[in-house]
């Protein structure tokens, strides 16, 4: 005879299969119809919404069940909500006035240091490359016009990012619109506690249980990858303006670099070795023992970062770096910009799961 309790396990986790596929399915479809950006936006509204809600319903229900009448109850009640609500709307809104005033920072400093520093970079590489045979030299780019040139062939993403971002600026801003409504309206509907399981039909269950898991998995990266960012300018910024002035090296552009090593320290894994790459080149012409103590200074850095990693996603997705890193080439060759976001999100939810059904 079968084991009752294991037949429900068996019947749950059927349920659970075709939830992965159907969130697999809707990231898939939204990133193919181009509103990327929406879904990064909704997840994290939802994020900030459902942490919200909790902290309000922990601090107030107490507060709330004291009152006897069932209309006193049910007014007060809906207290966490409308606080919800009204903090959510004010901290979106700060932040849309904040991130408009730093991408006008950051433009307007790009404007004016971003030639000089594309300059600079390649005077460095080309007196590196000088030694090196002319069929190879001959692909590397020796002057900035050239190096546009390159980028702006009609298949490059690059550019078609730029060109088209004008014109989609208005699309833009009707995703984060709709991701701040849906956003909010269904993290209020969902049950207010962890681990709460309401009278739900199976898949519904398996649905708000996997959403979960893909929100987990979204906060967990994203808020890891903000430590790493902080961690990583911090680092660089000790390095450019106290290590290397102390033997006599000022690099040029020092804001400008310390203004990409943040943002390029937001992507996962990949991000790290862009910033990294352009310290390096920065460097070259100082030495090559000003260049080998970067690359060391830099490879701790990297190393320390582990530890960040480790306490935050070590314990729940075990990913290595190469596997995200395969991730994040796949999500943007397949989808572009969102894709090389949310890939690894996606690849850490999948292998969570993978890890609770026992496949790997």
């Not at 902290?55 to 507060?63: K, S």
């Not at 700060?94 to 404007?111: D, H, P």
């Not at 460097?283 to 530890?307: C, D, N, P």
Request: glycine content about 8%.
């Amino acid at each position: 005879m079968s084991n009752p309790a294991q037949h429900q396990n068996n019947h749950a986790i059927r349920w659970e299969y075709a939830a992965v596929v159907g969130i697999l399915a809707i990231w898939i479809s939204m990133l193919s119809l181009k509103i990327g950006v929406g879904l990064i936006a909704g997840l994290a509204i939802f994020a900030l919404t459902r942490f919200t809600r909790r902290g309000f319903v922990y601090l107030l229900q107490p507060h709330i069940n004291k009152f006897n009448g069932p209309f006193m109850r049910g007014l007060f009640g809906w207290l966490p909500t409308f606080l919800t609500t009204a903090v959510v709307a004010a901290a979106v809104v700060l932040l849309g006035i904040g991130v408009n005033s730093g991408v006008r920072f950051v433009l307007a400093t790009m404007a004016q240091q971003g030639p000089q520093l594309i300059e600079e970079a390649l005077r460095n590489l080309n007196s590196v490359t000088a030694s090196l045979p002319d069929a190879i030299r001959e692909h590397i780019p020796g002057k900035p016009s050239e190096l546009f040139r390159m980028i702006s062939k009609d298949d490059s993403d690059f550019v078609g990012y730029i060109r088209s971002f004008g014109g989609a600026s208005f699309f833009i801003f009707l995703q984060f619109v709709f991701a701040l409504i849906l956003g909010v309206s269904a993290a209020l509907m969902a049950p207010a506690s962890p681990g709460h399981s309401g009278p739900y039909k199976p898949l519904a269950q398996a649905w708000l249980e996997t959403l979960e898991r893909y929100v987990r998995c979204f906060t967990l990266l994203m808020g890891a990858q903000v430590y790493v960012s902080i961690w990583n300018t911090f680092c660089t910024a000790v390095f450019i303006y106290g290590i290397l002035p102390a033997f006599e090296v000022v690099l040029p552009f020092r804001e400008l670099l310390l203004m990409f090593t943040a943002v390029a320290s937001l992507i996962p894994a990949a991000g790290n070795i862009m910033a990294n790459t352009l310290i390096l080149v920065l460097t070259i012409r100082y030495g090559v023992f000003v260049a080998m103590g970067s690359v060391l200074y830099l490879f701790i850095i990297h190393k320390l970062e582990y530890f960040v990693n480790g306490y935050i996603i070590g314990r729940n997705v075990r990913a290595s770096v190469p596997e995200m890193l395969i991730a994040i080439i796949l999500g943007e060759v397949a989808f572009g910009l969102p894709g090389l976001i949310t890939a690894p999100v996606t690849y850490a939810f999948l292998k969570m799961h993978w890890q609770r059904w026992g496949w790997v």
